[in-house]
């Protein structure tokens, strides 16, 4: 019998019954859950490392790379003194896909969907970022300014948070560290 937790579809009425049939295609366990899983993370990490360098080698980048596989180019080094975890870094940014659309960005008022025009506030490894913008603003100091390469698994992974966002997309941010304030 319907609940009543969401509204009457219209065909229905009070009191009617809905009969699901169901299907069990497969069960898998825990462990074998998360080895497919881990599978398809090592796979989809080695396809974004092909593609960021095809990507590279088209456009004569030639980005930094770290252990987690973030790729990074330093366009200007800031004079401040490196970032670390705790300290709050102070932000502008541009973010866009493989292809150059821009889904977001806290400087054109066209595209920041609403929001004031001040730099993004990032508490620094207090993974309040998506795992690529965390690791790439420590990467920095202020007054930098770098384009961080962030292939799908430290970015949005397999889900998409949005349209403009495919599943598994490597996205590129462009970034300027406006200011620091260190951990008390």
Not at 107 to 127: C, F, N, Q, S, Y
């Amino acid at each position: 019998k319907f609940l009543g937790v969401q509204p009457l579809s219209p065909f229905m009425k009070s009191g009617t019954y809905l009969i699901y049939q169901v299907s069990l295609v497969s069960v898998k366990t825990a462990a074998d859950y998360k080895k497919e899983q881990d599978a398809k993370a090592v796979s989809q990490k080695d396809a974004d490392d092909k593609t960021l360098q095809e990507y590279f080698a088209k456009n004569n980048i030639k980005a930094n790379k770290t252990a987690s596989g973030l790729y990074y180019t330093i366009q200007s080094e800031g004079n401040g003194t490196q970032i670390k975890a705790g300290d709050t870094a102070y932000v502008n940014y541009t973010g866009k896909t493989m292809d150059g659309k821009v889904f977001d960005s806290n400087t054109d008022p066209a595209i920041a969907h609403g929001r004031p025009m001040k730099p993004l506030e990032i508490p620094v490894g207090a993974h309040a970022m998506i795992p690529g913008m965390d690791e790439g603003i420590a990467l920095l100091k202020k007054g930098s300014k770098a384009t961080l390469y962030l292939p799908s698994g430290l970015a949005y992974g397999p889900t998409s948070p949005g349209p403009g966002i495919n599943p598994n997309s490597i996205l590129i941010f462009d970034v300027e560290v406006k200011d620091v304030k260190s951990a008390k």
